[in-house]
């Protein structure tokens, strides 16, 4: 009977300690197989398919660094790229000032309903772009749109009734910008908010104690004490405003825009890949804007840096 | 007391800045919210509410079109999407918070890595294989890439990581399996994180667009971005039937929203003040 006790007992040791050692594995197996499959594999396949014309996913033909030379010379591509930077230039520095401007506004020791206005200039976030675009393409319609009615009352005649934002080559950029100010002011405000409420409220007293006015405690406490966070945003917004597709794809009818004011790079992608059928071109044009984007976010975090210094 | 007038002053001017734009921040949704229920022929006769209440546009939408089945749709996407990743989510960013175990560092950094690759890279690779494996217009396509959130596991270690060991080693002295601490004791207490990361999840599920697009196929599995965006040309003189159908499609994001909301807050800061 004993040994018995002590048999079993010894099994469920060798279990025990068994299971505890391969647990960890256990517990990313399902996370590392699907993300080999479909995530590690596709990066992988996506540099091959870049040098390969395809036909759907059926017939490719090995033509080199052709596609990456053709993009470079579409017209098309050039075209959303000039389009995707001016929109990602609005984001970083209209948006994001926006965004710390309501931050700072709300961050005030004497505020009331701060969880109420918060929850406010968050909620456009929670709509998401497809859903907005729908929305705005009938606030943006000329004569009876939400919009030019708002605007006309406001400016007068330098908004005529009948703007017609979507169909203008002009006025293409600026709806989206606006749209996405709508949408996104509130998301990245909520990231500065809470980047203001960790900074040390010891350093505002210095300040104060030193004499410091509003400006400068602003310029030498706040924004030292947000730098983390703002560097962050700045390069999350860039990233997303490169990857812009949904918002001007509804928007404008699924196409392009007029004079093509609304292509954006994964509109383009989309259509080379999806819709002509070429994946192997889709996968260049992939690849160069991953490329873009990361030379990109390395030149905010080194300016950033280089910003640090100067300031210290 | 010129100075304490100034102050209240200041005070009067930000609470007036701040009501105003926080006025036209939601005036959009109102509008919205006014034309789904306006009568046609109310749409831009009134600029918000009309006096007649009209479920017109409601019946419209789910007579002239199958709208229900979209919403079913996404509904059972979306949740479908949610409990997978939240479970595989949870339990790696646990081993990853609390083994030291071979290959740790190299998952981590390859998480990081294609964490800086968009999504959009992978699209032309990816439909190949989900082609090739015979896939195309199936949900289990549509789903089981995206079963995996690299964020997630960030997420779940980030909070998992502030678990006191000495809970664990309680919990194994006890007779617990590592799956049942993971279950019984990790769980528990990430409930905050939880919440956060399923509203995540589902919001990310529920408003995802463009793979959707490349792979449905069949109307009858349409998600309601895609049908959406099929009615807007169906609709396109019909606003207030559009209206209706955009209203019903935010809807359950923001009733969830108002659910999860204090978790979701501190799940999505989380990460970036503490990084």
């Not at chain 1, 409220?201 to 405690?217: C, R």
């Not at chain 2, 005036?27 to 017109?56: C, E, Q």
């Not at chain 2, 175990?101 to 950094?109: D, T």
């Not at chain 2, 589902?202 to 009615?231: C, E, H, K, V, Y």
Request: aromatic share 14%; charged share 10%.
């Amino acid at each position: 009977m004993i040994s018995d006790a002590a048999q079993v007992k010894g099994r469920r040791l060798t279990w025990f300690s068994l299971q505890h050692k391969y647990a960890p594995y256990l517990f990313v197996s399902p996370f590392v197989v699907v993300f080999a499959v479909f995530g590690l594999w596709p990066i992988a396949k996506s540099l091959i398919l870049s040098f390969y014309a395809t036909n759907g996913p059926k017939s490719q033909v090995f033509v080199g660094l052709d596609n990456f030379r053709f993009l470079f010379r579409d017209a098309d591509f050039v075209r959303a790229v000039w389009n995707t930077s001016v929109f990602a230039f609005w984001s970083v520095f209209l948006q994001l000032p926006l965004s710390l401007g309501l931050a700072l506004l709300l961050n005030k020791k004497w505020m009331r309903g701060r969880e109420l206005f918060r929850l406010a200039f968050f909620s456009p976030n929670l709509l998401g772009q497809v859903f907005v675009g729908v929305l705005f393409s009938v606030l943006f319609i000329p004569q009876y749109g939400l919009v030019n009615k708002a605007l006309h009352a406001i400016a007068g005649r330098s908004v005529p009734l009948d703007t017609k934002w979507l169909a203008d080559p002009n006025l293409v950029m600026p709806a989206l910008v606006l749209t996405s100010l709508w949408m996104y002011s509130g998301f990245n405000m909520v990231y500065f908010l809470a980047a203001l409420q960790a900074v040390d409220q010891e350093l505002y007293d210095a300040a104060l104690v030193d004499g410091a006015n509003g400006w400068q405690t602003f310029l030498h406490v706040t924004l030292p004490g947000i730098k983390p966070v703002a560097v962050f945003v700045m390069i999350m917004s860039t990233i997303g405003s490169f990857q812009l597709f949904e918002l001007p794809y509804i928007m404008l009818g699924n196409g392009p825009g007029p004079d093509r004011a609304g292509l954006t790079i994964v509109m383009y992608l989309y259509n080379t890949g999806f819709v002509t059928g070429d994946l192997g071109y889709a996968s260049a044009v992939g690849w160069t804007l991953a490329l873009g984007v990361l030379m990109i976010s390395l030149f905010q975090m080194k300016a950033s840096g280089a910003w640090k210094g100067a300031s210290e | 007391m010129k100075r304490e007038l100034l102050l209240r002053l200041v005070r009067v001017a930000t609470y007036a800045m701040l009501i105003f734009l926080a006025a036209i921040t939601i005036t959009p949704m109102i509008w919205l919210l006014a034309a789904a229920f306006k009568n046609p022929d109310d749409l831009f006769h009134y600029t918000f509410f009309s006096p007649r209440v009209s479920l017109g546009n409601f019946v419209d939408l789910f007579t002239t079109v199958d709208f229900m089945r979209y919403l079913i749709n996404s509904v059972f996407v979306s949740c479908t999407v949610v409990v997978v990743q939240l479970f595989f989510s949870s339990l790696a960013g646990f081993a990853l918070a609390k083994y030291n175990f071979r290959g740790k560092k190299a998952v981590m950094i390859l998480m990081l890595a294609t964490m800086m690759i968009p999504g959009q890279v992978v699209m032309a690779p990816l439909y190949e294989l989900i082609y090739k494996m015979g896939l195309v217009d199936t949900y289990v396509g549509l789903i089981v890439p995206g079963a995996v959130n690299v964020f997630g596991i960030f997420l779940f270690r980030q909070s998992i990581l502030q678990v006191p060991d000495e809970l664990l080693d309680a919990a194994r002295i006890d007779g617990c399996s590592e799956f049942r601490a993971y279950w019984n004791v990790i769980m528990p207490v990430s409930r905050p994180m939880i919440g956060a990361f399923c509203l995540i999840s589902f919001m990310g599920t529920w408003n995802s667009f463009l793979w959707p697009q490349i792979i449905l196929q069949n109307s009858d599995r349409f998600t309601l971005p895609i049908a959406l965006n099929q009615l807007v040309s169906l609709y396109s003189h019909q606003y207030g039937t559009l209206m209706a159908g955009t209203l019903l499609s935010v809807l359950p994001v923001i009733v969830l929203f108002v659910i999860l909301q204090k978790e979701f807050v501190a799940g999505l800061t989380a990460g970036a003040v503490k990084g």
